[in-house]
Structures are given as C-alpha cells and as structure tokens.
C-alpha cells in the first residue's frame, strides 16, 4: 500500500472522497489515502502543502492561485468543484445592521491571511464599489472563532459558505445579510510539485477515482437525505445546494485561471501575472 495524505475542509462538498474510502475504493488499487480535515480552510492549507505535511489538498480556486503566484511549490491538478461558491455575509444575531451596505467601514472577520474569507472580502468589497484599500481584518482561525468574535463586536461581519453557516443563522447565532458567490469555479484539486513528479502514476489513480464518484454522486439514492443527516443541515437546504452545485473532472481552463490571475491582480492581491505553467499540470 502507498500512503498519499490528502487534506480538506470538514463540509459536505468533500463527501465523494470519504463515500470513496468508505467504499474501500482507493485501497482496492493499493494506495493508503489518509485524510485530514482543516477547519481553518484554505490559509491553514496552502500552509500545510508548502511545509510538506500533506502531498495533496482540495482547496479554493483563488487561495491556491494566491498562495501558488508567491512561490508555494504546488500545481492545480484538476477542477474538483465546477459551479461557483455562495459566501454568505454575516453578524452577529443581535446587530442592528440589516443590510450589505452599511457593512462598508465594519471589520471583516477572516480565518486566516490568504484564506477565502480574506481574498473573497476584497472581491466583494469592490463588487460593492468599496475602497478596497481601507477593509480592515480580524483573524479568527475557523468558524467558532468567527461565533466568538463576533458576539463581541458590534462592527464586524463574517463571509463564509452560505450552506455551511445556515444552521447557525436558524439558531439565531448568525444573522445573514447576503451572498457574494465566486466569479470562477470554487474548488480544485491541489498536489505538491514533489508528489506530482515522484508518483505520476499514483496520483492519475486517485484522479480516476475520485472522477467516477463525483460524476455519479448526484445519483446515490437519498443522497441528500445522507449529506443533511451527516452535515447537520435541514434537507431542504442541502436539496437547495445540490441543486446550485456541479463536480468538475477535467483541468481548470486557462481562460478561468487568466481571470482568477487578472481579478486578484487588479485588487492588489498578486505582484504580477504569470504563465498558466506556473499553476497548472499538464499531463504529458
């Protein structure tokens, strides 16, 4: 057996890969995936990546471009989620503020520098004609950390996946005051640039795998009844996310990364823009 350890954030998008293991699919081919969930997300991801601790991540499109543009020795491998996030933008339950609006000189709350909540805030923040100059940051690590701050805070808010934090809002933890979904497919799939040439043939095995579950994971029988049981969601909201959602098995196109590269440029968050090569496996 060969050991490839794979990291991911602990939501329902990644439910292919533990219905996979579970299935015993990866093992019947002799590789030992060993998964780890990140709560932090995409910032405490790229990190584990860049230090070796993980040979392999699903990680958010614009977090790993970011992270890939300052020298993180890593490539995108393939899409794995194709339709767009939905970020919804919170406060604290007991806020005055009931509009998007009257967030614009309010702290954002962020798991961490160069996360998604950090890189989405500027998205959002100039889709808002804000300055995006003057937004102001709160780490906080992961979702509790964002319940806690926000409890003490009166002028702050938090973006995060919309389905993710809906219970919360339902419990009247979170108030939630809209959405901000991404301008490019939302997930891909990451391996570092070691693991990509030392286990060509592993990781083409892994990818195949993972393909045939995400292609026929809309299929499963009571699918969503298992994705509400499991992630603690009502099942109506999980029919409404698997209705919005699309898994993608081929490579991020060019033109998509381009965007990703020529928003995140523009909004001051990359030094230059470099060659797809530079992001992208290419398959020989």
Same mark, same amino acid.
């Given at each position: 057996?060969? /050991? %490839? ?8 998008? *990644? ?5 996979? $293991? ?20 995409? =910032?405490?991801?790229?990190? @584990? ?10 990680? !958010?499109?614009? =977090? ?5 543009? /300052?020298?993180?020795? %890593? ?43 950090? $890189? ?56 939630? $005051? ?23 043939? !592993?990781?083409? &095995? ?20 298992? @994705?509400?049981?499991?992630? &603690?969601?009502? $099942? ?5 996310? @698997? ?7 081929? /490579? #991020?196109?060019?033109?998509? !990364? *381009?965007?990703?590269?020529?928003? #995140? ?14 992001? @992208? &496996? /290419?398959?020989?």
């Amino acid at each position: 057996m060969k /050991q %490839v350890k794979i990291i991911g954030v602990p939501e329902h998008f *990644n439910l292919p890969w533990h219905l996979a $293991l579970e299935d015993g699919a990866f093992a019947e081919r002799g590789i030992e995936l060993i998964w780890t969930d990140v709560p932090e997300g995409t =910032g405490r991801m790229t990190q @584990l990546l860049q230090e070796g601790k993980a040979d392999m991540g699903i990680i !958010l499109t614009e =977090g790993l471009v970011k992270s890939i543009s /300052q020298g993180n020795p %890593v490539k995108i491998v393939q899409e794995y989620v194709s339709s767009p996030l939905l970020w919804g933008i919170h406060v604290n339950s007991s806020s005055t503020k009931s509009s998007v609006a009257e967030l614009k000189e309010d702290t954002v709350a962020v798991s961490r520098m160069g996360s998604g909540s950090h $890189l989405m805030a500027y998205v959002h923040a100039q889709q808002q004609g804000w300055d995006t100059n003057s937004l102001q940051f709160k780490i906080i690590d992961n979702l509790d950390g964002a319940v806690s701050y926000l409890k003490s805070s009166t002028d702050a808010y938090f973006m995060w996946e919309r389905f993710t934090t809906k219970p919360l809002v339902d419990e009247g933890t979170f108030k939630h $005051l809209g959405n901000c979904p991404t301008p490019w497919p939302c997930f891909v799939i990451a391996a570092t640039n070691s693991f990509i040439t030392e286990q060509p043939g !592993l990781l083409k &095995h892994i990818l195949e795998i993972i393909n045939v579950y995400t292609q026929e994971f809309k299929k499963i029988p009571s699918i969503d009844r298992t @994705l509400a049981n499991r992630y &603690h969601q009502k $099942l109506e909201d999980i029919q409404e996310w @698997l209705s919005l959602t699309n898994w993608g098995q081929s /490579q #991020l196109s060019p033109e998509t !990364l *381009n965007t990703v590269q020529e928003q #995140l440029h523009q909004l001051g968050l990359l030094d230059e823009i470099k060659p797809n090569t530079t992001f @992208l &496996h /290419q398959v020989d």
